[in-house]
């Protein structure tokens, strides 16, 4: 069963940067793409990122104004999500998960996504 653990989350000023890490165990083949997605309070949970793992190919969501950046370890086990410019708009708990399909429809689409972590508190304070 496949395990996925963020981390790096924290409480930072705005203007600050983090980068959040997903690390997988368990799976038994390699997953097409490993996706972020954030939920903020009183907000519906939003697509962030995701990266393809065979090429490193990457999608942002459109509103994200260039801060973020994915990108994967060689084993292809960690994915990574930096963050830059912290807002505190972006305030909310960010979460990896598994696209397994191989195909990219549906890459920004939450129900494409089969297997998800618990995820990491991001605050940013201003």
């Known amino acids: 069963q496949v395990r996925l653990e963020e981390s790096g989350g924290g409480l930072v000023q705005a203007g600050g940067s983090l980068t959040l890490s997903c690390a997988a165990s368990?799976?038994?083949?390699?997953?097409?793409?490993v996706g972020w997605f954030r939920h903020a309070p009183g907000k519906e949970r939003e697509f962030v990122s995701t990266?393809?793992?065979?090429?490193?190919?990457?999608v942002y969501a459109d509103s994200l104004e260039g801060r973020f950046t994915a990108s994967r370890d060689s084993a292809k086990l960690k994915v990574f999500l930096i963050i830059t410019n912290l807002k505190p708009e972006d305030t909310a708990t960010y979460f990896c998960?598994?696209?397994?399909?191989?195909?990219?429809?549906?890459?920004?689409?939450?129900?494409?996504?089969?297997?998800w972590g618990q995820g990491t508190q991001v605050t940013v304070s201003s």
């Open positions: 990266i393809t793992l065979t090429d490193g190919n990457t």
């Open positions: 998960a598994e696209k397994q399909s191989y195909s990219d429809y549906g890459l920004t689409e939450e129900s494409a996504y089969r297997d």
């Open positions: 368990g799976r038994s083949f390699e997953p097409y793409a």
